[in-house]
């Protein structure tokens, strides 16, 4: 049993590290407006002893807004945007990346608040919330540049088949921003800031957990763009974005999350052939582990790769394929690791902080106790126990294609092997996945590697040779196959999800071409 003493009481938190509250009652709909309804508290899933009790301390609430505020947001965004003609999508790109660049240098400051709100709202640990903080400010930055570089490139003359003609970037219109918990701050501003880069008008919905956070980036959005550009939004999903897709006013929906809820909002649009898509959705990546593989840096990959920020990435690991010949020993060792690695507050230097909700802890045994009631077991001492929203990594094997853990996405520290004595038999539980986003390859032979390279990446968005799965580095396409995912962003290709290339062409008769000259 995980002992009650390693959570901490109030007074055991050390000063720096004490949870920062926020009574939120703004939001942005054309401009700051107070909420006067109902506002729902904010519980973090790092859980404190009060007496003998164990409680999720209570860090603050935000509003829980109407459906009539979402469409006040919406109406805000349509205006401002207003079919191109709007003040922002009319500005120069130089201009609006001028704005952007500000925009960031007014964020900067806020580094520490923001990573203690995401540490204690998602439970991360304080220096990955530092790091994803550091890496979106990057990303920011980096998506100015790349998209004043793109706007030289594509808007050259080119002259073919005797007519000339110039392509212009333009925005699409107002984008819904839907980002996960996981990543509160760089999956929702990697999104939303390409989408303003290029001229739209955004909606963005804060996340359930991680929301808070945009108590500090509310007044600088408003301060740094204008009137309607950008709207945030806080309160329940299902109750705010059915009535934006009924609209039929969202032109692009940017989201990442479950599929289920991608299809359900999909479906909600009464012209789904005009909608634009971005989905980031879930994922069962696999690593396959083959008998020459190089053991220690396919120990620390594995490792990481399933366990960093407690599983809870789109890119972890979520499954090892291992090879007969090695598996014991690679199953002994891996239990080995995980029996080491025990879970703690995240201001303490642990790789397993608390799970992001208790619900989602509850789920997580729900589906351990799925795989255990089959015959599957727990290969290190005291895996999957849990004491509230801490729980130890279970390393889980005997997992068949009946269980849930075969298939679904865990999104925790559960991590099943399966055996194969035949590369096919491990290609084959990647090609017949649902998901298709990422695999990992472990092993030195060229020649062995090459069979399962070339096939992989006809099933998936990125194969990994002895390196875990991620998303990162932030220039590489991060996309994924089947329902994994609709659309690639990287900082390049984001830029071009949210804009449409717009053609002004001429043929080459001599008036045409004397013309042309004056015009551009
Ligand atoms: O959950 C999303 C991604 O996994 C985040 O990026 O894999 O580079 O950490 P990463």
Redesign the pocket.
């Known amino acids: 049993m995980i002992p009650s003493e390693r959570i901490p009481r109030a007074e055991d938190i050390p000063v720096q590290f004490r949870p920062p509250t926020a009574e939120l009652r703004h939001y942005l709909a054309g401009g700051m407006k107070v909420w006067n309804g109902p506002a729902a508290d904010v519980h973090s899933p790092v859980p404190l002893l009060r007496g003998e009790a164990i409680v999720p301390p209570r860090i603050g609430s935000r509003p829980r807004l109407s459906e009539a505020a979402a469409l006040e947001a919406l109406a805000a965004a349509s205006r401002a945007f207003d079919r191109g003609d709007g003040e922002w999508p009319r500005l120069s790109l130089e201009e609006r990346a001028a704005l952007v660049r500000m925009f960031v240098e007014a964020v900067r400051p806020l580094r520490e608040h923001i990573a203690l709100h995401i540490m204690w709202e998602v439970g991360k640990v304080y220096d990955e919330a530092l790091n994803e903080f550091d890496r979106t400010l990057e990303y920011t930055l980096e998506t100015v540049d790349a998209a004043l570089d793109l706007d030289k490139r594509e808007r050259r003359d080119t002259s073919l088949q005797q007519v000339v003609g110039r392509v212009d970037l333009l925005p699409i219109g107002v984008v819904l921003c839907v980002g996960?918990y996981?990543?509160p701050f760089?999956?929702t501003l990697t999104n939303a800031i390409p989408a303003l880069l290029m001229g739209n008008a955004v909606i963005i919905k804060a996340p359930p957990l991680g929301g808070l956070l945009y108590a500090h980036l509310l007044p600088l959005f408003a301060e740094h763009f204008p009137d309607g550009v950008v709207n945030l939004l806080f309160g329940e999903s299902e109750e705010l974005l059915p009535a934006l897709m009924e609209s039929g006013d969202v032109d692009v929906l940017a989201f990442i999350g479950t599929s289920r809820v991608a299809d359900r909002l999909i479906g909600l649009h009464p012209h789904p052939h005009r909608l634009h898509k971005l989905l980031?959705l879930e994922a069962k990546n696999a690593a396959i582990i083959l008998p020459d593989a190089p053991v220690a840096i396919t120990l620390e990959e594995c490792v990481k790769g399933a366990l960093?920020f407690n599983g809870?990435?789109?890119?972890?690991i979520k499954m090892i394929l291992v090879h007969d010949d090695v598996a014991n020993d690679y199953i002994a060792r891996l239990a080995e690791e995980f029996r080491r690695i025990e879970p703690g507050m995240p201001w303490e230097n642990v790789r397993l902080t608390p799970i992001s909700s208790l619900a989602h802890a509850e789920w997580l045994s729900d589906l351990l106790d799925d795989a255990l009631e089959g015959g599957a077991a727990v290969r290190n001492p005291g895996g999957g126990e849990r004491l509230h929203t801490l729980m130890r990594p279970a390393l889980v094997t005997g997992v068949t294609a009946n269980m849930r853990l075969f298939s679904e996405e865990q999104f925790g520290p559960l991590l099943p092997v399966l055996r194969f004595t035949d590369e096919t038999e491990a290609l084959s539980y990647i090609k017949q996945s649902r998901y298709g986003q990422q695999c990992s390859v472990f092993g030195a032979d060229p020649v062995r590697i090459r069979r399962i390279v070339d096939p992989a990446s006809r099933y998936v968005g990125r194969v990994n040779i002895n390196g875990k799965?991620?998303?990162?580095p932030?220039h590489f396409p991060?996309t994924g196959k089947r329902d994994s995912a609709l659309g690639t962003v990287s900082i390049e290709e984001a830029l071009r999800r949210f804009c449409i290339s717009t053609v002004i062409a001429t043929p080459e008769y001599e008036e045409n071409t004397a013309l042309w000259k004056l015009l551009f």
Do not use: V
Request: proline share 6%; aromatic share 16%; with cysteine.
């Open positions: 996960p996981n990543y760089y999956e980031g960093a809870q990435r789109c890119a972890a799965c991620q998303r990162g932030d991060f």
